[in-house]
């Protein structure tokens, strides 16, 4: 066995390799970007090393600044984790000349299915049934439009060199094949250095399913079963489980089946997963074959109580398969949730920001029991716009999948996060869906139930208005010195009943309070209603309110204005309107356009003087490698663009000028 590894990535995935190393009595060597020079896997790792700037294409992705690197450590062999390098030939092939163990399948896998046109061919060949597609060379825009013609539309456009969502794009209407060839090119060449595309023919309410395979050296070749990734937005998964909810044996048997001949028809070694689309109806067809550990691999390591990366490291290491499939079984069901700083309520945009509180439920990482936590980040750390903003994977386990959903709506109800936005409550919902319950999935339920899954704001209850206005009046002193009333926030008259205003507001509006310091209590006013609270309790976030009898309990943290108060598994944001301190505001100036993240221009759509319509494209942003169009508010005139194309710019920053026709 090694004695010692470098792990060529970062975040949760070099944390989730080295805790393996580390409990196999094998040492870690981590590497950094200048970006993550304080990053958690920096700590976390025996020795780290720096690679090069914030860039992944100067750091992470350059295979020579990795290569050394590792001779310098003194390593003997290479983990890719999963994402950057893992499944690039080239550099599997500058291990094996540099005298280092790749640890992962040999590159002549990577190469046989690198290429999603190259693997359909070759699954073609083996007879494994596949979607109708034109997967060939021939990328001329007129020869694939009228490649998407003959199919008949709805049809899929994918990179085919890519993986994770990115270049990828639905065309409804012959209308708009050009326009959305030109972006899934630009996306695919900028994520993954290849424009190529493959056409297919889009399913209406497919499942995603996937097989996790595994083999050795010694032509050892099993499947650990499924996994159903169907809930994804932005062809991205949001929830992973397994087993696959409603798989019957018979099923199952021929997934694998399939599975395993094409890691077969590859001489495939170490860990991979073959993507299988699912009709409803139970037939499948081949997607693609990940040649690396994917992430959603812990509903694979919960259900089978194996740990996958210790079985990469053993087969690299010329050891065979810990186990064959006569001895694999599945036990219960899992669920993993992708916690990501995003915005959903904003087309999931990509959020960035230190994360000034962070909270996870407790857990043990890389057991097999109920709960467990792969992270990356602490709180304190910055989710920046270079890499994958995801803050952590929440995994739970459970007897059967109605015990697994209990205790993910249980973890998801004390995962608390201020700074950056995030899809916590979205996750929350979407477990608590009556598609996703019943299980009723394909991977178009997000946007099928949107309108439930995005609710309008609610007014802000009772209780958290308390919550929120125990946190502001309480004494800052835990304990104040008796017998010095300068030290009390009680608001104390000698005569008469001191009253204070508490300008609330939220989403759904304005929501005032009426505070009254009597002797009996504090007493808040809220519309009709009037409730003693007795007995304040602050200590840091955590706050206890006695209301009525009732006694309440949540977290509130404070942001100058603004309160995050976490209670009864939901966060709501509240801003105090202090009047002297915003006296004088006015509001924003009209036709100001404003990045909603960290990104690069990469397009601009308008010129200065041109006249535009509502919802015309403006110009066209790239930032953690997805594109996002920012289009016209309304009718007007282009003033002035203050940016050109390749300039990064920050969040909120004004991209252009646009003087709205006042109607």
């Not at 290429?115 to 997967?135: D, F, I, N, R, T």
């Not at 059967?400 to 979205?426: H, I, S, Y």
């Not at 004494?475 to 000698?494: I, N, Y």
């Not at 690069?600 to 494209?617: D, H, M, N, Q, Y």
Request: proline share 5%.
């Amino acid at each position: 066995m090694f004695k010692k590894i470098l792990i060529a990535n970062r975040g949760e995935i070099a944390c989730r390799v080295a805790a393996t190393a580390r409990r196999m009595g094998i040492q870690s060597v981590a590497v950094y970007s200048d970006a993550d020079a304080h990053a958690r896997h920096v700590a976390f790792c025996d020795e780290a090393i720096a690679i090069g700037p914030a860039a992944a294409s100067e750091s992470y992705l350059n295979i020579d600044r990795v290569i050394a690197a590792a001779k310098q450590s003194g390593a003997e062999a290479i983990h890719p984790g999963y994402g950057f390098l893992s499944e690039n030939e080239a550099f599997a092939a500058a291990c094996e000349k540099a005298g280092l163990v790749f640890i992962g399948p040999p590159a002549s896998a990577i190469r046989a299915m690198g290429s999603k046109s190259a693997a359909k061919s070759l699954m073609e060949k083996a007879q494994v049934p596949l979607v109708p597609g034109y997967h060939g060379d021939n990328q001329d825009p007129v020869f694939l439009q009228g490649q998407a013609d003959q199919i008949g539309y709805p049809v899929l456009l994918k990179a085919s060199a890519g993986g994770g969502g990115k270049g990828m794009r639905v065309v409804t209407r012959a209308e708009d094949f050009a326009d959305a060839l030109s972006s899934c090119q630009r996306e695919a060449k900028n994520s993954f250095g290849d424009e190529r595309v493959l056409v297919e023919k889009y399913l209406t309410r497919p499942r995603h399913i996937e097989i996790q395979i595994f083999a050795d050296t010694h032509g050892n070749c099993v499947s650990l079963f499924e996994r159903d990734c169907s809930v994804q937005r932005r062809h991205q998964k949001v929830l992973e489980e397994a087993p696959a909810p409603g798989m019957s044996a018979e099923r199952r048997q021929a997934m694998s089946a399939a599975a395993i001949a094409a890691a077969k028809a590859v001489s495939y070694v170490g860990a991979g997963t073959v993507e299988f689309i699912a009709n409803q109806d139970g037939s499948f067809y081949f997607m693609e074959m990940n040649t690396r550990l994917q992430v959603e691999h812990p509903v694979t390591e919960m259900i089978t109580s194996t740990d996958l990366v210790e079985w990469q490291l053993r087969v690299a290491a010329g050891e065979r398969l810990p186990r064959l499939q006569h001895e694999l079984t599945i036990n219960g069901h899992a669920i993993e949730a992708r916690i990501y700083a995003e915005n959903p309520e904003k087309g999931f945009l990509p959020s960035t920001g230190k994360l000034d509180y962070l909270h996870m439920p407790q857990a043990v990482q890389f057991t097999h029991g109920e709960l467990r936590i792969d992270a990356g980040v602490r709180q304190g750390d910055v989710i920046s716009p270079f890499y994958d903003p995801m803050i952590a994977k929440l995994i739970v386990h459970g007897k059967d999948r109605a015990e697994a959903l209990a205790r993910m709506a249980q973890a998801l109800a004390t995962f608390q996060v201020v700074g950056p936005a995030t899809n916590v409550a979205f996750l929350g919902r979407l477990i608590a869906s009556e598609p996703f319950v019943s299980a009723d999935l394909d991977t178009g339920l997000i946007e099928r139930h949107h309108d439930s899954l995005f609710p309008e704001p609610q007014t802000l209850p009772l209780s958290v208005l308390a919550l929120a206005a125990a946190s502001l009046v309480a004494s800052p002193s835990p304990s104040p010195s008796k017998g010095e009333p300068w030290a009390q926030l009680s608001g104390w008259r000698m005569n008469g009943t001191y009253q204070r205003i508490l300008a609330f507001s939220s989403e759904a509006g304005e929501q005032p309070i009426q505070l009254s310091y009597r002797r009996d209590a504090l007493w808040l006013t809220a519309g009709e209603s009037a409730v003693a609270m007795q007995e304040v309790s602050v200590n840091q976030a955590a706050v206890q309110v006695r209301m009525d009898g009732l006694q309440l309990q949540g977290h509130v943290v404070r942001q100058q204005d603004i309160f995050h108060v976490f209670h009864a598994g939901h966060h709501w944001q509240i801003l105090w309107r202090d009047p002297i301190a915003h006296a004088g505001e006015g509001e924003a100036d009209e036709g100001r356009l404003t990045a909603p993240m960290p990104g690069k221009i990469i397009a601009l759509l308008v010129s200065a003087g041109e006249r535009v319509v509502k919802g015309t494209p403006l110009l066209i942003m790239e930032a953690m490698k997805m594109e996002h169009t920012i289009n016209a508010p309304g009718d007007g005139t282009v003033s002035e663009l203050l940016y050109a194309v390749g300039d990064q710019v920050d969040e909120g920053a004004q991209l252009l000028s646009l003087s709205v026709e006042v109607a």
